[in-house]
């Protein structure tokens, strides 16, 4: 195998975005789609507008592409990030709810709170979010008989709900800091922890979890949409 | 009546009439900005032509590729019968809706 000569290179959009059109596209387009916009980038852009702004374009325009087509033909980017983050307002509510309404209204619904943080109905709670994942996967693998598809679909539906709620926590943790800083969890993890006061404390919290559980929880939803996905082949092997 | 077009889809579909053998992704995205006098998002003309293609307005087929592509190939695109029928029946639409109307109109600034 021979490297590219620079002369070479100068004449390729970015790779990285080429690579990202690619993986998101679907069988049918990504042949097409992406022979497009390099022969546009390479016969027009280039030279008319000099590499900076073709490299611009292009990124733009491969933008554009995955909003509209991404994650396969039939199984939109905009579609899945809307599940995700509709998903991500209801379980936002329900934060909101278990840890500001429930504690603050009176002691019986404080302790509800406290009884809904048991084990069981919080895997319970887990297993219902898996299941949705699974469902984007299922429908997904429905649209586009791709597996592919329904391994992004997972993914994508898992990153936008699960950031989504983590950036709930930011905010109601920051906003009423004066009632989860009652939270015996909170109290505790401080005690343990080199923060200076309990703002520090959760804040930093929040950006480790960004940085680790976010890409665990988009991994674990390529896994069930992936799952999903497989439902809808052996649900469409029974039909036929 | 079938479904009315939406203004972009004529412009796609009317796109297809003008370019005939040569209408690939690049040479419609191009035609819509021409016609339309703005820059337009390819992947919503991509998205356009893929719901046309659903609705059996448009079909289309794959063709060699060339060296400015890498080899990738490009896929042409035709209008169908229904796709004509759909671009008269949009068109006969606009002008009813203007009958007895003198363009451009005025005194209404």
Known sequence: MTLPTSAARRQTPPRWAEALLRAALGAKDQESVVGDLAEEYRESLLPERGRLRADLWYVRHVASVLWHLGAGSGGRLRSDLTHGLALGIVLSLAVFATNILLPVLSSRTARWEQAMDAEPYVTAGWLFVALLWGMAGFAAFRRTAEFGAAIRAGAIVALASMASVMLTFVLIDNVFLDIVSRQPEKIWGLQHSYAPNMRAYINHTFVKSFLLVLPVMTVAGAVFGALGGAAARIRKGFAS | ?109
């Open chain 2, 1 to 109: 009546m079938a479904e009315i077009l939406g203004t972009f889809e004529q412009a796609v579909l009317l796109a297809l009439v003008r370019l005939a053998n040569d209408a690939y992704g690049r040479a419609v995205l191009k035609e819509v900005q021409a016609r339309l006098g703005r820059e337009v998002a390819a992947g919503a003309v991509y998205a356009t032509l893929e719901r046309l293609e659903d609705k059996a307005l448009i079909a289309s087929r794959l063709g060699p590729g060339t060296p400015a592509r890498g080899g990738r190939a490009r896929r042409y695109y035709s209008i169908a019968a229904a796709g004509i029928r759909a671009l008269n029946e949009a068109k006969a639409v606009a002008e009813g809706l203007w009958q007895g109307l003198t363009w451009p109109l005025g005194g209404y600034q």
